[in-house]
């Protein structure tokens, strides 16, 4: 039977990552394609003591509906999370969220009418280019440098093309890892609120720090109310609980509310409580450094075996915490049509265009360091090297 799709899953191809992991089953494969916190960082053993204790105790209300913005217990640990400088979120400004990729799709649901423009980094997070490729929107690149989005660039595609808002991962960007500083956070706000663009901060990363100071966030500048602000535990807690949170105007977080009430009423109360209570039992943060403690050598490993094997001439970002390290080879290659070649020789990665709105720079790449030990990162690396330095 031919079925009759909406027009707007026309070019929709599914996430690039996910395609990629079915080309992975060998479990030979030394896989940097992922994007998944490591299961060694999961605290089974605390989240199934508070998960039976709930159920013991509280089973009432837990298997029973609730409300959509979530239950009072996690919307006040996530109230404290977005509390800086002394200021805490109003009443209705939060809202818990099944991950916050739910809050990218709420975000655009609310604001984006077909052939909208939204302005992304470029690159960016590609769950986020679908979203906004599913809702229709006119997605325009930002150019980066070093210190994340160029405020220069960011102000005349304000300009030319008078965005609903921009989408930006500020702290260990993905995929690149780059942090912008909190100068330039607050030039975005100041350049955004003046021109009544809204900004998405989604910020998944930024607990997940091995060197250097936090910055501070791109909502605690928000003097014109424009930043909608995300957050996840799925890479302090576990990504399969999908909890998160997003805070802002409450006008905007009404909208989330009315869009998620058709979407899946609620986040799962379970959840939530279970969430809630590993913060409110002080787990949280032990834990957050622990697992810090953890990517902290596989990061250095991974940086120092791209240093070591990479074709002279790699650009390779070294960031001070998040997922991923970013290279840029040299443009004689291409990494997109070496892809299957690296298969083959049982080393896998994600190669770079499909972070890019418009595709292209087929020379960049993005690694994930999480997922395998110091000692397979050296092996893959030095494979990924030599097999690059041959189509030199």
């Known amino acids: 039977m031919n079925y009759n799709f909406a027009d707007r899953y026309e070019g929709i191809t599914g ?65 404290e999370f ?5 200021k805490k979120p109003g009443a209705g400004e939060v809202i818990a969220l099944s991950g916050s990729s739910q809050g990218i799709d709420l975000m655009t649901k609310a604001f984006i009418q077909k052939g909208d423009t939204v302005l992304v980094e470029s690159p960016t997070f590609l769950g986020a280019l679908q979203t906004f490729k599913l809702f ?16 220069d660039d960011l102000e005349a595609k304000i300009k030319e093309y008078n965005p609903k808002f921009v989408y ?10 780059r942090t912008m500083p909190a100068e330039r956070r607050r030039e975005m706000c100041q350049i955004c609120g003046k021109n009544g663009v809204l900004i998405l901060e989604d910020d998944p990363y930024a607990q997940l720090r091995y060197s250097g100071d936090p910055e501070p966030t791109i909502k605690s500048f928000d003097e014109y109310d424009v930043v909608v602000r995300l957050f996840s535990f799925s890479k302090i807690i576990s990504p399969g609980i999908r909890v998160g949170g997003a805070y802002g105007n409450k006008d905007i977080i009404f909208k989330f509310n009315l869009g998620k009430q058709g979407q899946d009423v609620h986040t799962a109360n379970m959840n939530q409580e279970m969430a809630a209570r590993y913060v409110r039992e002080g787990l949280l943060f032990p834990h957050i450094a622990d697992t810090a403690d953890y990517y902290r050598g ?21 960031p001070e915490g998040g997922m991923f390290i970013w290279a840029e080879l040299p443009e004689k290659l291409n990494a997109t049509e070496l892809f299957k070649e690296g298969v083959e020789n049982k080393v896998a990665y994600v190669p770079g265009t499909h972070f890019y709105a418009g595709g292209g720079h087929h020379n960049t790449l993005r690694l994930n360091f999480t997922m395998v030990s110091e000692e397979k990162i050296e092996k893959g690396m030095k494979i990924l090297g030599e097999m690059f330095k041959k189509h030199l």
């Open 136 to 151: 229709e929107a006119n997605i325009v690149e930002v150019e980066m440098d070093e210190n994340g989005m160029r405020m």
């Open 168 to 177: 930006t991962i500020p702290t260990f960007q993905n995929p690149t890892g």
């Open 82 to 86: 977005f509390t800086e400088k002394g």
């Open 15 to 79: 996430s690039a990552i996910r395609n990629i992991f079915a080309l992975l089953a060998d479990p030979e494969i030394i896989s940097f394609a992922g994007g998944n916190p490591s299961p060694d960082t999961f605290p089974g053993e605390e989240l199934a003591r508070i998960s039976s204790d709930i159920l013991t105790n509280d089973s009432a209300t837990i298997l029973q509906y609730g409300g959509t913005y979530g239950r009072n217990s996690l919307l006040e640990v996530l109230s």
């Open 298 to 318: 596989k990061l250095a490993a991974m940086y120092e075996a791209a240093v070591k094997y990479l074709p002279e001439g790699t650009k390779i970002v070294k």
